[in-house]
């Protein structure tokens, strides 16, 4: 008896992930594809913030160069409403980072409506991490990815 409980194996269990664990994952590396020098500062809302800035101060030299007449001023026009996106865009993502690393429970209440779209990215990203693929289809899968990702997030902040 005292043999078999020695050499008993552990039951190997499933650990399941709530969805909020699995978009935090997601928006995680998101944010890591965004901020490349992330690893160079070690806390990536620090490069986020800073990179924030950058983009502001392009912003606004874009906006202040403004002229519909010349095409160099149509130019900084396509720049600005670019920028402008972009800003955004990482906002969203520092905005749920930080939300989703305060709270997850509340976070996976509010995402019920959004499990199975999810499963569904957190799914397809763990396969795509596994495999390998070209640098352009990489670039176009994180470019869906995170038009995803954030469609739920502006859904639910």
Known sequence: MFLHTLFKQPKQETVKICSAEKLLDLVRKLLE????EHLAH?????????????????????????????K????????????????S????LI??????NIDL??????????????????ENYIFFMEGL?????????WQTVKEDVLDIIRKIL
């Open 89 to 92: 865009d990482l906002q969203m």
């Open 95 to 100: 905005d749920s980072y930080m939300e989703l």
């Open 72 to 87: 160099l001023g149509q130019y900084h026009s396509q720049m600005y409403h670019h920028l402008q996106k972009q800003v």
């Open 105 to 122: 429970k509340q976070m996976n209440h509010r995402l019920h409506f959004h499990y199975d779209q999810i499963d569904y990215l957190h």
């Open 42 to 70: 070690n806390h990536i809302l620090f490069t986020a913030n800073f990179k924030l800035e950058s983009l502001n101060n392009s912003l606004n030299h874009h906006r202040s160069q403004l002229n519909q007449q010349l």
């Open 133 to 141: 693929s070209s640098d352009q289809s990489s670039l176009l899968f």
């Open 33 to 36: 594809k965004e901020l490349p």
